[in-house]
């Protein structure tokens, strides 16, 4: 795929596709504050590169899932003042996402001038279903600029009018963003230093299948914590109380299980956990073997001998993909997991991969320094179905 790199871009409009679908927090005075900016830091740096070379940038994006039209509470109004803040410059955000408002922000721009259309979802054709009713968003805003650029990572993997159907009616190229994580998940998936962990976690195995049945033939070892663990201790036999567990899955994961050692793939599962007698974090809790759960207990994250054993296994890894928490880590007693499965990973001497969402959300809540990583990806959806194996819509039209 090109680069913004083969683009010719001084003086010519470039409509960029965002992702800028941060956290956001009502505050007394009724103002809205970004609690977790990191997507847009990550849109910085391909943002100033067009800017450097004289370029129009147009920067267009989602927030949140609007039902009804525009509204106040998903304006980006938010992110165009980070923005200003983080640019050194005045970011104007148009007051529509391809009508009137936008033609007129984008008609006063100079070289060098950003501009942020509203929240593209306003607009109910971006996610619609058929192609000629996407295609009528895309070519309003493809009229608004001469170039294309992908680097919203988090939305490549949707059929959607700002981010494949404009792609197929102007020259378009990948930021260095949407770059990065491609030639990283492109790294890990075909062709990975060894020994080669990956690491699983959050709450159900069912949104993991895909990614274990696609892995479990390339990988060295895999390591499984979160809400996810239960079906697994369950197919081994394990009574799991009252936690997290998908009984439709059971079989399936014995399959898995038996998968692993017909491969020789090392499956690591938790000896001990932290657990509850409440989802709470002023609940009784206490450490228990992994097979001595009783009723009425939910684990609730990975215990002290777990943390160590998870540790010790990752040491000596080359390739480490990691996708979701160990425990419920917004809550303090059960955040100790994660933070020790983070910290393992920080101390690889390899290429570490954070597979986003809620991974890349612990590492900031939990202050981890995030350059001990090689890369977080800004993408959760996008980077499962990636490790899932498939073609991502959003990547595909950038090629050729």
Known sequence: MQTIDDLDVAGRRVLVRTDFNVPLETLADGTRHITDDGRIQAALPTIQALRDRGARVILVAHLGRPKDGPSSELSLAP?????????????VLATDVSRDGAAHAVGAMHDGDVVLLENVRFDARETSKDPAVRGELARELAALADVFVSDGFGVVHREQASVTDVARLLPHAAGKLVLAEALVFSKVLTDPDRPYVVILGGSKVSDKLGVI?????????LIVGGG??????????YNVGSSLLEVDQIETVKGLIAQATELEVELILPVDLVVATAFSADAQHKIVAADKIQDGWMGLDIGPNSRLLFAERIADARTVVWNGPMGVFEMAPYAEGTRAVATAITQVNGLTVVGGGDSAAAVRLLGIDESGFSHISTGGGASLELLEGRVLPGLAVLEG
């Open 228 to 237: 996810m663990c239960f079906t697994f201790l369950a197919a081994m036999g």
């Open 79 to 91: 992110v165009a003042a980070r923005l200003s803040e983080l640019l050194g410059t005045t970011v």
């Open 213 to 221: 049945t696609n892995l479990l033939t390339k990988v060295d070892r």
